[in-house]
């Protein structure tokens, strides 16, 4: 029986706590940002660069080697001379002066580039039978690049390394190594960054060995007789690449020069170029002909870090290719890893992070044969 003099008992309600208004504002607002930036990040970032982690490229395949040099014929002509006898001749025979032998494909093309023999260095160029090198400091306002003239007698003397030493099937693997480091281990005068191969699927072709096949943005082929070449996407035909002896494939870009030697335009929106309008820093390789090719490397800000150099849209940079009279040139992964080696020791002020390969000339190559070549044993018949 309800007591009706008994106290009513009261029950605790608990009030529904509301989140402040600026709070859910800030949190809703942090949400969309991370939602657009993973949106960017896989809808044009990694769909622009084509990259598929952890996918395999094909087993490695050599393509093609270096022809043979020319033979010494001025050592054949002194050891003909040093055989004949004195009764062989009725007049005395006059003292033999060799003639200059020159090294490589082009070493007598290039002869007044070359010495005949000895090294010659300086603080800013490398001379020697084989290998010259004038590097030059360009500073405009709000500008700086570096430019190595580059002649070769063979094309053995411009190389590729991966920072790691060796290719393999597996694509996306490697580390990234400081370019002085990897400079050093090559016995490198100068190099450049290269087209950060791991970034992208795109056609790897280094010193002859193909490594990836899958067709990218812009393409850059060097063949094994010394020409430069560039393609679009649409324009590549890998199978008339290969059989025309590829000695360096570089997937990047974009090519900068046309078919005249010509400066391209560049649009906004334009499938293989990211902010045609912006100033970064750039690294690129030129070639004039044959032989003789640029290596360049642009300084730039970074991070809200102002060095002295803004840095140049492609459009900058095709226009200084074309006013140094190349014939071909072609961009190489800029930005962070946009980075120079000159004499094993860095050149740049912007550099912050390391390099998967290089672009480098050296006077004594090393060729790094991947593994799976170099040790392959020989098949047996039947």
Not at 59 to 77: G, I
Not at 88 to 114: L, M
Not at 358 to 376: F, H, S
Request: charged share 25%.
């Amino acid at each position: 029986m309800e007591d009706k003099n008994a106290a009513p008992v009261r029950r605790r309600v608990r009030k529904k706590k509301h989140m402040r208004v600026g709070k859910m504002v800030a949190l809703d607002v942090l949400a969309i940002i991370v939602g657009l930036n993973v949106f960017a990040l896989f809808h044009h970032v990694l769909d622009y660069w084509d990259i598929h982690i952890g996918q395999k490229a094909i087993e490695p395949v050599v393509l093609a080697t270096l022809p043979p040099q020319p033979a010494d014929t001025a050592s054949t002509d002194a050891e003909t001379a040093t055989e004949q006898s004195p009764e062989e001749s009725a007049e005395p025979t006059p003292e033999f002066t060799p003639e200059r032998a020159y090294s490589g494909v082009w070493g007598e093309k290039f002869a007044d580039h070359f010495t005949e023999g000895e090294v010659i260095q300086t603080e800013n160029s490398y001379k020697s039978e084989n290998v010259s090198i004038t590097l030059e400091r360009i500073e405009e306002p709000g500008l700086i690049y570096y430019v190595a003239d580059v002649y070769i007698s063979d094309l053995k003397y411009l190389n590729t390394a991966f920072a790691t030493g060796e290719g393999n099937g597996e694509y996306n693997v490697g580390t990234e190594v400081q370019i002085d480091t990897i400079a050093r281990r090559v016995n490198a005068l100068v190099a450049i960054n290269g087209d950060h191969y791991k970034l992208h699927n795109g056609i790897v072709i280094r010193n002859g060995v193909l490594y990836s096949e899958t067709p990218y943005e812009d393409v850059c082929v060097l063949y094994t007789d010394g020409r430069m070449e560039t393609f679009t996407k649409d324009e590549v035909d890998l199978e008339a690449i290969k059989a025309a002896a590829p000695w360096q494939v570089w997937s990047f870009g974009p090519g900068l020069l046309d078919a005249e030697g010509h400066a391209k335009g560049f649009y906004d929106g334009q499938s293989n170029v990211l902010g045609i309008n912006v100033k970064n820093p750039r690294c690129a390789i030129g070639y004039y002909e044959p032989g003789h090719y640029c290596l360049v490397k642009v300084e730039g800000n970074r991070w809200g870090k102002f060095i002295g150099s803004y840095g140049m849209t492609f459009g900058e940079l095709a226009s200084m290719f074309e006013a140094r009279g190349c014939s071909q040139a072609y961009a190489l992964d800029g930005g962070r890893s946009a980075a120079m080696s000159w004499m094993g020791e860095f050149l740049s002020t912007n550099y912050d992070r390391g390099s998967f390969d290089i672009v480098y000339i050296t006077d004594t190559p090393i060729v790094e044969k991947p593994a799976e070549t170099a040790d392959a044993p020989a098949e047996s018949e039947g």
